[in-house]
């Protein structure tokens, strides 16, 4: 039971978009009508982020591989971009993720599960507000051949999300059921930093055919890293493999390498454990200044080098995740009627 929040459904009117006004920004408050907001025949109502709303089915369930989580209706499988802290470039990763799977023939949409921290507003350089279909699901935004969804297409940059964990689990919920994400082979879900109460409800309830772990090389960052490994066994979802950001730094005027994060920890770290070890993006001046201007590199320059090793990444990723899939098909019992 959670005391002191009104657990009940909330509902309120949409035109063409969602206001901004109508979400809550203050701490545990929910979603308030506007004034004179009463439904009328131009207006529908539509239950947003209420904290009872993840109770409710939204659409006719998908079938699972995963015993006891609901699929996603059209979205063939959901992988997991995971860190144990924040600052370690997940989510540049996981968007250059995203746009190798698509580069590589498929058919991909990125669900930025970070409530606090949004940035795919900024690194996919999306501006507005999504619509709604039929005033009951929100249509995803789409930039570079990704459908985009995120609570910062909903909020302005700068406003703090100052939510209790039912607020943040519903928003959650909603983001990834009710929206009409339409037909995808992969949905690659931008998770938010650590192994809190958000990471473990994803975990747990989402049926995740794969995660992929993010580290720098330095101990510090693989401490941290290690904890989402072991979370992530513990609820029996696929680690797909890690990836070292930040490996090194090669420098532009002279060309010497320097090991900023120190190098290879990360890669020492999945031999350790038996983890697939997924590739090493460097430290460059492109990578930066791309995600800032939102045009991701795999986007904006498709034939450089940076490009190439996402690229590689995807591909190792997706192979990855044909072998996992398989194994759990095989290891479902087949039932036969005489």
Known sequence: MCHGVNMTRTTFPVKTAISVRDFPTGAGRYPRRARNSAPTASTTPIAIFSAAAAARPAHPAAPSHTSGKRGVPGIDAIIAVASGKGGVGKSTTAVNLAL???????????????????????????????????????????????????????????????????????????????????????????????????????????????????STPQDLALIDARKGLNMFKRVEVPLLGIVENMSYFIAPDTGRRYDIFGHGGARAEAERLGVPFLGEVPLTMNIRETSDAGTPVVASDPDGPQARIYRDIAARTWERLQTETAAAEAATPAIVFE
């Open 100 to 214: 190798g799977l698509a580069a590589n023939g498929l058919t991909v949409g990125i669900l930025d599960a970070d409530i606090y921290g949004p940035s795919m507003p900024r690194l996919l350089g999306i501006r507005g507000r999504p619509q709604t279909v039929d005033g009951k699901v929100l249509k995803p935004m789409e930039r570079y051949g990704l459908k985009v969804m995120s609570i910062g297409f909903l909020v302005e940059e700068e406003t703090p999300m100052i939510w209790r964990g039912p607020m943040v689990i519903s928003a959650l919920t909603q983001m990834l059921r009710e929206v009409a994400w339409g037909a995808l082979d992969v949905l690659v879900v931008d998770m938010p930093p650590g192994t809190g109460d958000a990471q473990l409800t994803m975990a747990q309830q989402v049926p995740l055919a794969g995660a992929v772990i993010v």
